[in-house]
């Protein structure tokens, strides 16, 4: 297990220029559609981080041909929508949630049996989300109460389309249904209470599928037409906003720091915390915004300075669910209150993220309040939290980076055991963090 130990900054800033590591949403899915598609994709860019390359491997089980040809550059030979094959081993996908739901909807859309498994931490995340709706297109499961991993599913000989209104705003379990309605015969539909990403509409649409999006009585519907041929695609993934979150929030939380983070992804329906922080005061400029790979991406320059606290509306929290941990960091260092409400997500993704902070930031000596969908942190001003805990990361990376980037800002270090989880997400993590001038090391 690795411990690692975020030394204070006192009053030095961060200085200097990383590039945001590849988007893992993204990345996932160019090997997915990659593997659905009838020839070679080839993928610049990639994320290689664990959650992605267990997804390489489970393609690859799935019957992919899938090659590593230099660094973040990878090539997947596609068998065709319904060509997965039987895979021989049980399809493990450790950490990542993603990797799980996704592939249970493309193996959901195929006569073939697959078992997923995965780590302590995914094993206890909910799946009747995705089970539910692919059950009702004709697939079958096993798996522990509750609708827990290790799974068994067994997809139809004919799998059926059908018109599923999702109870939450995910991406995952969207994209799952229209995964296996892909090899439907006929059209598609998922109804969501709100926008959540919209990476395999995007990225579906590139390969040439028929995708719509609408919006109907107040949600958002997608559809898919079943049965196309998906042709290959050259793909360069853009910067991760996730992951270039913990770098800005740091650099916001230093005064006199100056940071740039080039190639940072900035869909809208990812976009959502650098609004949140702009509205606290944080100096965020973009830079040269352009297009890469059919998303908008620009160069982020971040200057260090006083924040206050703001509200992060309900409203926008599928566009920022993962940069909570990270906010409620820079909320510690505000100015002010901040609430955090209607994010009662949080609690079953990696960890239950609201449990987590609401303990660490106490441990901390920061001030939270605990609500059963969110909760609110009193900020300190400026002046630095006391530090000198130990943070267990419960294997969810954004945890441990959230508080290695708040031990920067304390009077005394912050130590996160079981840090080797960041490595799902952002292996180049403490080397950026180096490069900038941070001292966050093994000890
Ligand atoms: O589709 C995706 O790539 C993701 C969707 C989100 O999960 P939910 O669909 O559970 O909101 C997000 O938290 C996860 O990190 C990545
Ligand atoms: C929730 C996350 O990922 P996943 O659901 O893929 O495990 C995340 O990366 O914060």
């Not at 690795?2 to 030394?7: D, E, F, M, P, R």
Request: aromatic share 2%.
């Amino acid at each position: 297990m690795t411990t690692l130990t975020a030394t204070p900054m006192g009053k030095i800033p961060l200085k200097g220029e990383i590039a945001a590591p590849g988007d893992k949403s993204i990345s996932h899915r160019s090997l997915m559609f990659g593997a659905l598609a009838v020839g070679p994709t080839r993928i610049t860019g990639l994320l290689e981080g664990e959650d992605v390359r267990a997804t390489a491997r489970a393609v690859a089980a799935l019957g992919a041909g899938v090659e590593r040809t230099g660094e973040g550059a990878w090539t997947v030979h596609g068998v065709g929508v319904g060509g997965l094959a039987e895979p021989e081993c049980a399809l493990d996908l450790g950490n990542s949630g993603t990797g799980a739901r996704l592939l249970m909807g493309m193996v959901a859309g195929c006569p073939i049996t697959a078992t997923f498994t995965g780590d302590a931490s995914l094993s206890r995340r909910p799946m009747s989300r995705v089970i539910e709706p692919l059950s009702r297109m004709g697939a079958v499961f096993h798996g522990r109460e509750g609708g827990r991993l290790p799974i068994t599913l067994t997809g139809p000989a004919d799998v059926m389309p059908i018109d599923y209104r999702s109870p939450v705003a995910s991406a995952q379990v969207k994209s799952a249904v229209l995964l296996a309605g892909l090899n439907a015969a006929g059209r598609t539909t998922v109804r969501e209470p709100a926008a959540s990403r919209d990476h395999t509409e995007n990225m579906l649409r590139s390969f040439g599928a028929a995708v719509e999006t609408r919006t109907e009585d107040g949600m958002i519907v997608v559809t898919v037409d079943g049965q196309p041929e998906l042709a290959p695609q050259d793909i360069a993934v853009p910067g991760d906003p996730s992951s270039a979150a913990f770098a800005a929030v740091a650099a916001l939380i230093l005064p006199g720091s100056e940071v740039t983070i080039r190639n940072v992804g900035l869909n809208p329906l990812r976009a959502g915390l650098f609004e949140v922080l702009t509205a606290m005061g944080g100096e965020i400029d973009v830079l040269d915004r352009r297009e890469e790979g059919g998303e908008p991406v620009g160069d982020l320059r971040v200057r260090g300075g006083a924040l206050k606290g703001a509200g992060a509306p309900p409203a926008n929290a599928a566009a920022m669910i993962d940069e909570y941990p990270i906010l409620c960091i820079a909320a510690a260092l505000a100015e002010g209150r901040t609430e955090m409400r209607g994010i009662e997500e949080l609690r079953v993704k990696e960890s239950d993220r609201i449990a987590l902070m609401v303990n660490g930031l106490r441990a901390a000596g920061v001030e939270v309040e605990e609500h059963e969908d969110g909760m609110t942190v009193s900020g300190s001003g400026g002046r630095p939290p006391a530090g000198g805990c130990e943070i267990d990361a419960s294997h969810d990376h954004r945890i441990a980076m959230s508080f290695l980037v708040l031990g920067l800002a304390c009077a005394q270090p912050i130590a996160v055991t079981g840090a080797e989880t960041i490595a799902t997400s952002y292996p180049a993590f403490t080397d950026h963090f180096a490069r900038l001038g941070a001292d966050i090391q093994s000890r």
